[in-house]
């Protein structure tokens, strides 16, 4: 539940008036607002679309509400450019009523390249705290702005993330925009407005690109983990084994860069245009300033050769996955009867399909036939082998 005032929950409140201290706890409120405000939007629009379940259109995920923290860090970060970093300097020498047209704070934290794209994080010396592990335990510990709650989604991506919900009242708390400038909440509520009009997809993909440069870099970033994740379960098949978390990880990684080379074209041009049209004035400049735009996004002319790279192996981690899904679950070998031995079956399928076709190497078409006892034949670990070396 939402509490019903910020000193309801336990801040600590030395911390507040700390520099990294202010100016988290500001940002935290900024995401609490737009989240808030985003499922609100998005509840009313599934209230009214019969071909939507309303509690599915207004769920986040954590993987969507990391990219959600990219999108308005970014936009921020340009803001306060624009206007504080220019005066902070001088600032007791502003007057009160010209510091309220500033943007005083920013968010102390930087892009971390993640699993599923970039992430809001701290460093501190080797260590790196991403966002939404930094709330995830205040949550733990009582003390959160999000509650981080099982997904009532039938089928949730990314292997089962949970949902995110704001965990403050952020319309009629009075106490709710205290610190913050004129300026700033306007420019809250007219970036809150924006986002709120798109989908979580939309969302994601706009949060996960930036520049040109980034993404490919991000693609090739997910190939060198895919790689690493191949060594790995070839290291295992020499005992006829794989580890299922190694497979999920290797079939992630391809995943995510099939996704960052070409899926997400479509929906994030979809969110930049919703954006450029909801925005205006500063923080429409903002907002062009911290994301590229579609056109040049996917320019680059090495994506081609990625994206075939992507569809070219997407199918062996297919195999991989539900061979080391098979070895854990005997009794789903033939006629799965559980869900999820069904949906790897059809993994297995369509992996083999494509293995055949793209690599002309034939897997048998029964996936027991490849196992003997709980390992992989011979003829099945070598070839699972020679797969894995073209990734």
């Known amino acids: 539940m939402a509490s019903e005032s910020l000193d309801a929950y336990r801040l600590y409140r030395a911390v507040r008036h700390a520099k990294t201290g202010f100016q988290l706890e500001r940002v935290f409120r900024t995401l609490c607002f737009v989240l808030s405000q985003w499922i609100a ?205 190694a497979a999920l990880r290797l079939q992630t990684c391809i995943r995510e860069a099939g996704r960052k080379a070409k899926l997400n074209v479509a929906a994030y041009a979809e969110a930049y245009a919703g954006m450029s049209l909801e925005l205006g004035g500063t923080i429409l400049e903002a907002f062009k300033s911290a994301q590229t735009s579609p056109e040049a996004m996917w320019s680059s002319p090495e994506l081609p050769s990625l994206i075939e790279k992507a569809a070219d192996v997407d199918g062996i981690s297919n195999c991989v996955l539900a061979v080391a899904f098979f070895l854990e679950h005997a009794e789903d070998r033939v006629n799965p009867k559980t869900r999820e031995g069904r949906r790897m079956q059809k993994m297995w399928d369509e992996g083999r399909a494509s293995v055949q076709s793209r690599h002309r190497t034939t897997l048998s078409e029964h996936v027991a036939e490849v196992i003997e006892g709980n390992r992989l034949t011979n003829d099945a670990s070598r070839i699972l082998r020679k797969l894995l070396q073209k990734i």
């Not at 949060?207 to 290291?235: C, K, L, N, S």
Request: hydrophobic residues 35%; charged residues 25%.
């Open 41 to 245: 939007h998005q509840t009313r629009s599934a209230a009214g679309d019969l071909r939507t379940k309303h509690v599915e259109q207004s769920e986040m995920t954590e993987i969507e509400f990391d990219k959600l923290c990219n999108v308005v860090c970014r936009i921020w970060t340009m803001l306060f450019s624009k206007s504080g970093l220019t005066v902070l300097d001088e600032i007791e020498s502003v007057p009160p009523s010209e510091v309220q047209k500033l943007v005083l704070f920013q968010p102390p934290l930087q892009e971390i390249p993640g699993l599923h794209g970039p992430g809001e994080a701290r460093t501190q010396g080797s260590e790196t705290h991403y966002l939404v592990d930094i709330l995830k335990t205040l949550d733990d510990e009582g003390v959160g702005y999000f509650l981080f709650r099982p997904s009532a989604r039938r089928n949730v991506p990314d292997g089962g993330m949970k949902c995110v919900q704001p965990a403050l009242l952020t319309s009629d708390d009075p106490t709710f925009w205290e610190g913050f400038t004129t300026a700033e909440i306007q420019h809250i509520r007219q970036m809150s407005g924006a986002i709120s009009r798109l989908t979580a997809e939309q969302i994601r993909a706009l949060g996960t690109h930036r520049t040109a440069f980034d993404t490919v870099e991000d693609v090739r970033r997910e190939f060198r983990w895919a790689r690493d994740r191949a060594r790995q379960i070839m290291g295992t098949l020499n005992a006829g084994l794989i580890e299922f978390s």
